[in-house]
């Protein structure tokens, strides 16, 4: 068997799908939880927080005109 044959087997794939959630969830905690001067020194969670924040804010005062 050369190695073209082995590395198509799905037991050679088997590991590539846990690396890539790995690298992903990484990133995603390193974009959250790291400050940034765009968001005027927050977090991106802090920031996305802030921003749900005032749309519900909006929405209520939306919902409770006549």
Same mark, same amino acid.
Request: charged residues 15%.
């Given at each position: 068997?050369?190695?073209?044959?082995?590395?198509?087997?799905p037991?050679?794939?088997? #590991?590539?799908?846990?690396?890539?959630?790995?690298?992903? =969830?990484?990133?995603?905690? +390193?974009?959250? !939880?790291?400050?940034?001067?765009?968001?005027?020194?927050?977090? #991106?969670?802090?920031?996305?927080?802030?921003?749900i924040? =005032?749309?519900?804010?909006? +929405?209520?005062? !939306?919902?409770?005109?006549?």
């Amino acid at each position: 068997m050369n190695s073209q044959q082995r590395a198509s087997r799905p037991a050679a794939q088997r #590991g590539q799908a846990m690396i890539e959630y790995v690298l992903v =969830a990484a990133l995603l905690v +390193l974009a959250l !939880f790291t400050t940034d001067a765009v968001f005027d020194g927050k977090t #991106g969670a802090q920031y996305l927080a802030d921003m749900i924040r =005032a749309f519900f804010r909006s +929405l209520t005062y !939306f919902l409770s005109l006549p």
